[in-house]
């Protein structure tokens, strides 16, 4: 090989890596990757990646003048505010994405530990983005009676934060549940019968329930 050749080498091996280092850098450009990655079609301010990814204004701004130079986002003033977009041209976006879509976010999602905490937790089922698993009609199906409010959307603001997209749950409390479990609420069965993870299961007889379904 030429010298002219190995310098061009050099050069693109460097030009790489100097990409990927600045793609996996921080935990806040962590949060903007996977945000801008799941919600690819979204323009938004500095202030509601912010808000949604639970940074700081100093902390997006940072980020995304690195991501600007490599140009995996985009810049453009929407009525004299700088909105940023997803740069579907951006050369390692099929990689990314493939990468965002294959990930298995559970058990690494800290958020999700935290729900135990938001009342009397009887159930706390995930599946959906958690799970890889985009069939699911939901994310997460949960059973808790005397619901603290405030605490379950602090809960969620974290976990969409760490997830990169909005969560989509259904809250009930045990008789509920119980009524819907003994009609064999077909929504309810599409998600038992597909693949999910207990975070909190204190429903007596429910795994054999589901097992039998299965079974069938």
């Known amino acids: 090989m030429s010298e002219k050749g190995e310098i061009l080498i050099f050069f693109k091996e460097n030009a790489m890596s100097e990409i990927l280092e600045t793609l996996f850098g921080s935990r806040a450009k962590t949060r903007l990757l996977r945000f801008f990655l799941l919600n690819p079609e979204g323009e938004y301010s500095v202030m509601e990646i912010a808000q949604k990814n639970m940074l700081t204004n100093a ?36 990689e990314l ?57 602090n809960v969620m603001n974290n ?33 038992l019968e597909g693949p999910y993870d207990e975070i909190v299961n204190k429903i007596p007889g429910l795994k054999r329930f589901v097992a039998g379904i299965k079974k069938y």
Request: aromatic share 10%; glycine share 6%; net charge positive.
């Open 97 to 153: 994405k493939g990468l965002i879509a294959k990930s298995n976010i559970y058990p690494q999602c800290k958020s999700l530990g935290k729900i135990k905490g938001i009342g009397d937790v009887k159930l706390a089922l995930i599946s959906g983005i958690f799970l890889n698993h985009p069939k699911s009609k939901v994310d997460m199906i949960l059973v808790i009676n005397n619901t603290s409010r405030g605490k379950l959307k």
């Open 159 to 191: 976990l969409e934060a760490e997830v990169g997209k909005e969560v989509s749950f259904v809250l009930m409390n045990s008789e509920e549940f119980k009524y819907r479990l003994d009609m064999l609420d077909r929504f309810l069965m599409d998600f």
């Open 59 to 94: 902390q997006v701004r940072k980020e995304l003048n690195s991501l600007k130079k490599i140009k995996f986002v985009i810049e453009k003033s929407k009525k004299n505010q700088k909105h940023y977009i997803l740069n579907r041209n951006f050369h390692f976006y099929p």
